[in-house]
């Protein structure tokens, strides 16, 4: 997935303050701090670089999420690697945090804003706790209720609780509780536009026919079915092409396994190649009722070599466009580097674009309802 330092990851939101000292809170009192303006967590900006692991326990699941190297993984999810943006977005959020006014200390009404202890009985609860390399608490917190959105750049408001302490804030905030695994998993795969497709072919397993689509001759930004049809048989609509030709496009998944974790038979095999030289093969099976697919990407240094990109329009005149057959032969190993060994749980509306078959996309012509005289 994306592998970005975390160092520039963070260093260009939040100015470490150097010579800054990690507090360990203890005081169940109302700060000085506490009354408006401070932070939530004192200390943590200045180390937002050491953290190495983020620990999240919400109603129903704890997980972590863990630094190695250069790029955050998932280990609850083989491993996978982590959305980087989302962890920026905590780790910075957290230490962004500023108090803006104390509210309840009797733990009787914590549920109404959300910020008891982590677990069953506290749905709203959020708790995240961050560590060093060392495993080393840097920060521990419990996030409730969102009471306002973050919009247009101006910070949100949420409710927080330091753990050991009574005391509950009303905090202002650029992050929001997120307990869903899924929603730290870097969960993009591709985003192969149909404008770029030469053609796509998906091969059934049995005795179904080839679904073969091109682009058409005569119009040659638009897309045709290519698969010959039985007398009296039609395609039902465009979108069915198009839903095809557009299957590689801002794809994402539901949930991922390592491939040797599953077991993928019968499967549907659809290969797209692009105009400028990227092939993807996406074989899919049907797994306990769900659809699990792989993908595999190539360079195909002939077909780019020929590619000749239309020209483009610039300052009212149209300019000649250059194909750049490097770029698309380092984006080919990017989306095979990144979907290498992995096995991904697709969105049935998702997956049909690679999944589709020839009987579920046509239909009978109308009969001839014209009567005689």
Sequence with gaps: MRSTSWAILVGATVVVAAGAAWTVWHDQTVTKADQGG??????????????????????????????????????????????????????????????????????????????????????????????????????????????EQEVAGKPGEIYVRRPGEKQSLLASARLSPQPEIMRWVDTSISRLSRDRMLDVEISQPGNEPVVKIVRDADKPKEFKLATPLAAGKRLKSDYEITRITGGLDYLTFDDVKKADQIALKDRVVARYRTLDGLDVTVRTSTVDGKLWSTFEAAFN?????????????????????????DAVKKEAETIAKRVAGWAYQMPNGLADGFTRKLSDMILDEPKDEKKGG
């Design 301 to 325: 240094a002939e077909r780019a070599a020929a590619y000749k990109p239309e020209a483009v329009e610039k300052d009212g005149k149209k300019e000649e466009a250059k194909a750049d057959p």
């Design 38 to 147: 401070g932070a939530v967590l004192p200390g943590l900006t200045a180390r937002v670089n050491d953290v190495a692991e983020i620990g999240v326990t919400g109603q129903n699941n704890s997980f972590k999420i863990v630094r190695q190297g250069d790029v955050w993984v998932v280990p609850d999810r083989a491993g996978h690697p982590a959305d980087p943006n989302q962890v920026k977005k905590t780790v910075v959020g957290m230490a962004e945090l500023r108090v803006l006014e104390p509210r309840t200390d009797n733990p009787a009404n914590y549920n109404r804003l959300g910020v008891g202890d982590p677990g069953k009985d506290t749905p709203d609860a959020v708790g995240v706790v961050l560590k060093d390399a060392k495993d080393a608490v840097l920060a521990t917190l419990i996030l409730g209720k969102v009471k």
